[in-house]
């Protein structure tokens, strides 16, 4: 059995596939996949690259700090999450079943995990940690850059919800790590 036909049927058991199709077709109308499409486009890193800059400019020595724990964990998630999927080698959605449709192109070829979820949980923990009230803005944010990736047919669900853990931990380790800084949204 090759990898495809392994996660195939991983999907169909799961059932994974339909909720992936429900929420593809549902991103088939024009006015959705324009959203997810600019979402998606800005979870690429155009946001995060300005929220670094910003933070940089205008938030003092703890923006500069911020900024650059930002830019080090993006570099540490991106040689990681490339590592993940020349690993698992899992087809996107868009691949592997026939209903689905990419509503825009993908950066890469295999689908797990979400390298976009995966930045978009690391950089909105870590800017969170120095300035809590971007929590207002970067949460849904970072929710709509997740859900863009299944609503265009580049991942499942379990790619998303995945790379959201791996975000976490990496964020979180990254934050112990500095000392003074820490992680209350609560």
Known sequence: MN???RWNRLEVRSGEWRLCLAANRWGARRDI?????????????VFWYSLMGALL????????QAALH???????ALALYRRLKRHTRRPRPFRAHRGIVAHTPPLDEYSFP?????HAVSFSLVAIAYFPLLAVALLPFTAL??????????????DVLAAGVIGSLLAGLSL???????????
Not at 145 to 158: D, E, I, M, Q, T
């Open 3 to 5: 990898g495809i036909e």
């Open 33 to 45: 996949a324009r959203f997810f499409g600019l979402v998606s486009r800005a979870g690429d890193g």
């Open 57 to 64: 400019l205008l938030g003092g020595a703890r923006g500069a």
């Open 70 to 76: 930002m830019a080090s964990v993006g570099l540490i």
């Open 114 to 118: 979400s390298g976009h979820t995966l």
């Open 145 to 158: 850059v997740a859900a863009s990736r299944v609503v265009l047919g580049l991942h499942f669900p379990s």
């Open 176 to 186: 112990w790590l500095v000392p003074g800084v820490t992680l209350a949204l609560i």
